[in-house]
């Protein structure tokens, strides 16, 4: 099945938009729920993929908790409705007002990732008069084997905290009674299409935890973080993730105590086959010897060509019964890299067509900018 967006909805809206078709989004949280029920895993959506609010509701609608990364995160979950418990947050520079909020708030924990951000943390929860519920996340030296700007978990990232230096953190939370150690937290990359960076993973926590449960340190879960990757060459052939390969590599991979939770932080895989951007051509440019197909999304609208040299999938939206052609499909935006394909093969393209950028609902709309004075896209739903 291919994209196929109403006529009307094409007319009535400004291009670009972000389209997202709340159907397939419905299908892949329900996928996700068949492959956890009756299993002790508890899912946070990590918001910094998609902000949408229209689009948080629906995934807060489904008992998923949220997994933030800064105070602004945490302000549209709680806006959504996320339950303050449900709310994680993560990242190497949260700030002291930041710190504040979640603690006012009573988030379910803070994932901490260094001891000097620890040390702060009980600082400020002992000025409130607080406990502050955190996991440690640990850097577990994994090689997801994807794009290197999305690896996270390897010893040259600034991520999480060295499994070195974890006992020295451990240490810090036994003597302090203003933070209270409820987890440990991995996350090793994006965009990872194979399981066996998430078995070496499952085999790293084991070993740690192996060693933990010998000094009595006592953890209520291992958060096993997002990185479950997403087909963007056929998005129509695949639109939901292979979540039975993940969960049951997890949850064979994991050696559980009784009454321990598995926690985990899809955000590409919940939202990126949902959303398209829809462009319009504004002109087929006639170049020496290639031609280009200028439309009027550009690397402000989605920057992930630019930045990652990703592939988003072009559709033609409409009559295809002509001619293929093959055009390099470019934005306006005043920088070279504002290319969203070369020599494309799409059906013959003229001004005032509607052309789609699949796969575009995680890290689209979140990564947008204004830079050269552009707005912002929109977003369309598909109800
Ligand atoms: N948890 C943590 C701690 C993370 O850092 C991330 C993503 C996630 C969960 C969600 O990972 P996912 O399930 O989406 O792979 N802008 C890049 C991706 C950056 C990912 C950052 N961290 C892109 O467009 O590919």
Known sequence: MSLNIDAAVLAQNRTPFYYYDMDLLKSTINE???????????VHYAIKANGESRILKTICNAGFGA??????EIKAAVNAGFAPGSIFYAGVGKTDDEI??????????FNVESIEELQVISEIAEQMHNVAPVALRVNPNIDAHTHHYITTGLEENKFGIDMTALPAAIDFIKSNTSIKLRGLHFHIGSQITI??????????INALTNDLYKQGVELEFINVG??????????????????RGFFSTILK????????????????????QCGSLISKVLYVKKGIGRKFAIIDAGMTDLIRPALYQ?????????????????????????????VFGINEELPELQRGDYVALRT??????????????RQVPGAVFSE
């Open 32 to 42: 996700i729920k068949t492959c956890i029920a009756d299993k002790p895993v508890k």
């Open 310 to 338: 990703a592939r988003h999938r072009i559709d033609k939206l409409g009559n295809n019964n002509c001619p293929v052609e093959r055009y390099d499909v470019v934005g306006p935006v005043c920088e070279s890299s504002d």
């Open 360 to 373: 575009a609902g995680a890290y689209g709309s979140s990564m947008a900018s204004t830079y050269n004075m």
């Open 253 to 272: 991979g994991l050696n559980l105590l009784p009454g321990q939770e598995i926690h985990c932080e899809p955000g590409r895989s919940l939202v990126a």
């Open 226 to 243: 997002g990185g479950i990757g997403v087909d963007y060459d056929e998005p129509d052939a695949n639109p939901i993730s292979d979540f």
């Open 100 to 109: 504040r909020l979640g603690l006012e708030l009573g988030i379910g924990c």
């Open 195 to 204: 399981n066996e960076p998430f078995e070496l993973l499952c085999r790293r």
């Open 67 to 72: 997994d933030c990364v800064s105070g602004g």
